[in-house]
């Protein structure tokens, strides 16, 4: 296998030093894209991960939230620490990529780049093992099941900052459409919040042929469809960002019958708490209302998921200026804007200082599509920047 290498930046000992062993962390992201794993069932991934930390002599703690993985390397007498997250979890979707080393797991993939984040931080975890060029304690959190939102939780629900403290923690993610290597930082809201709903419209069933004999509950829910968006255009303030999306729809079986109820599936999101809060009380009350009008009843369950990820002011312009430092301006977009997706890394955020960054997975097909695969050429810069934010943030002057 050819390792994919920024030969412009050799003279760097960072990447020097990641390059002698690309190829073997590219072996190892292939093997982690061929067996992926589902939320909280990373055991697999998990013990790989774990004994190739322990090899390269770290504290390796195993077992929380079930599969997580917390390292820890000590080194010199400095007082700071640093906490650098990566996730491990796969998609419950069927793979479509046509690789060579696509899953052998049926209806699992790993088809958002899970597989390289914890590639990436394998690779700097090596590096720094071996050049130990910083003075405190740098902990590495490898955690589960990000993509149902539940794994930072319960790794906090443990005690994870308790057991392992930190003065700040990063994370980031790997994004398609963004220019190969190019890094984006965002202060503030990076992630919009995830809530969903579950709308029940119960009517009366009938025959097609005698409507008005019948209470539609197809006609109300396209009604409350239609009105939905105004929540959007006429409740929340122009210069705010919220989605609402309808994104399931299920009644009757027949043509020519009215069935008796339509259950739709929606999703909410926002980047503030004041927006969300909006959704949450426009939402239902507009279903009701809608159903109401037809002679209909709305059953509304409405299930907030995770907050919106909104990255400190101070550690964010850190992370930016190690980019800067690390691998030049040209490697950091400009104006890199919020993302509408979601992230559990937010919870985290809300225990300790830190930031959550980007970096451009280039011309590739989006996040969760069946045809997406990781791009190995960000491997190396992205490792390089982990380096390189470590050594700065635990440096002898920070002591």
Not at 235 to 262: F, K, L, R, W
Request: aromatic share 8%.
């Amino acid at each position: 296998m050819n390792a994919i290498v920024n030969t412009a930046s050799l003279n760097d000992p960072v990447e020097k030093g990641i390059v002698a062993y690309l190829d073997e962390i590219i072996a190892l992201r292939h093997d982690f894209h061929q067996y992926p794993e589902l939320a909280f069932q990373e055991h697999r991934t998990s013990k790989r991960v774990a004994s190739l930390l322990t090899d390269w002599g770290y504290e390796v703690e195993t077992g929380i939230a079930g599969t997580g993985v917390v390292a820890t390397l000590k080194r010199g007498d400095g007082q700071r620490s640093l906490g650098i997250r990566a996730d491990m979890d796969a998609l419950p979707i069927d793979e479509a990529t046509g690789i060579d080393y696509a899953s052998s797991n049926p209806g699992v993939m790993h088809a958002c780049g899970h597989d390289g984040h914890t590639s990436i931080l394998l690779a700097a975890a090596r590096y720094l093992a071996e050049s130990s060029q910083f003075s405190g304690t740098l902990r590495l959190i490898f955690q589960p099941a990000e993509e149902i939102g539940a794994g930072a939780r319960k790794m906090l629900s443990e005690g994870l900052f308790d057991r392992f403290p930190v003065d700040a923690v990063f994370g980031l993610h790997n994004w398609p459409g963004v220019a190969e290597g190019q890094f984006g930082f965002v202060a503030g809201p990076a992630m919009a919040s995830v809530d969903q709903a579950v709308i029940k419209i119960v009517g009366k069933g009938g025959h097609g042929a005698e409507p008005h004999r019948a209470v539609d509950p197809v006609l109300a829910s396209a009604s409350f469809i239609t009105a939905l968006q105004s929540v959007v255009s006429r409740n929340i303030d122009p210069q705010d960002m919220a989605v609402a999306t309808v994104g399931s729809i299920h009644a009757g079986s027949a043509s020519n019958v009215i069935p008796e109820s339509v259950e739709m599936k929606l999703t909410m999101r926002a980047f503030s708490e004041r927006v969300r809060g909006t959704l949450q009380e426009r939402i239902p009350a507009l279903a009701r209302a809608q159903a109401e009008s037809f002679g209909a009843v709305a059953e509304v369950n409405y299930r907030l998921g995770f907050p919106a990820l909104v990255n400190h002011a101070d550690e964010t312009a850190f992370a930016r200026s190690v980019a800067v430092q690390a691998l030049g301006p040209a490697a950091v977009e400009a104006d890199f804007r919020p993302r509408t997706a979601s992230e559990d890394f937010a919870y985290l955020l809300e225990a300790k200082p830190g930031s959550y960054l980007f970096v451009g997975n280039g011309d590739s097909a989006p996040l969760h599509s069946a045809h997406y695969n990781f791009n190995d050429a960000i491997i190396a810069p992205a490792a390089r920047y982990w380096v390189r934010l470590a050594e700065t943030f635990l440096a002898d002057d920070n002591r």
